[in-house]
């Protein structure tokens, strides 16, 4: 079993920055792919950006790619989501989740997430 909080949203400017964290808790952190999505009221969650076990892989969402980075410390058993240039379409509620079944960069399959973390973006 894996268990996941996120920290770090809140209500931030257009244009401004954030970073999101996912600390970690029970299975191995170094053995399996992390990833970010969000849920914005009224839509379905969507993938936003994932990463592999080591670091080393990285995979994003074309409506974030080249503002969001995401990378993780696995000394610390932690997920970060650097987020720059916000939007108020980037307004969702952000969940961390752990892929322990599939490798790589999965985009689903996802089988722990956490309760997620609300970040509003206004214009």
């Known amino acids: 079993q894996v268990q996941l909080v996120e920290s770090g949203g809140g209500l931030v400017q257009a244009g401004g920055s954030l970073r999101l964290s996912c600390a970690a808790s029970?299975?191995?952190?170094?053995?399996?792919?992390m990833g970010w999505f969000r849920q914005a009221p009224g839509k379905e969650r969507e993938f936003v950006a994932t990463?592999?076990?080591?670091?080393?892989?990285?995979y994003y969402a074309d409506s974030v790619k080249g503002r969001f980075t995401i990378s993780r410390d696995n000394a610390k058993n932690t997920v970060y989501l650097r987020m720059n240039s916000l939007k108020p379409e980037d307004t969702a509620v952000y969940y961390c989740?752990?892929?322990?079944?599939?490798?790589?960069?999965?985009?689903?399959?996802?089988?722990?997430w956490g309760r997620g973390t609300q970040v509003t973006v206004s214009s």
């Open positions: 029970g299975r191995t952190f170094s053995s399996y792919a």
């Open positions: 990463i592999n076990w080591s670091g080393g892989g990285t």
């Open positions: 989740a752990a892929n322990t079944v599939v490798g790589g960069l999965p985009r689903s399959g996802y089988d722990h």
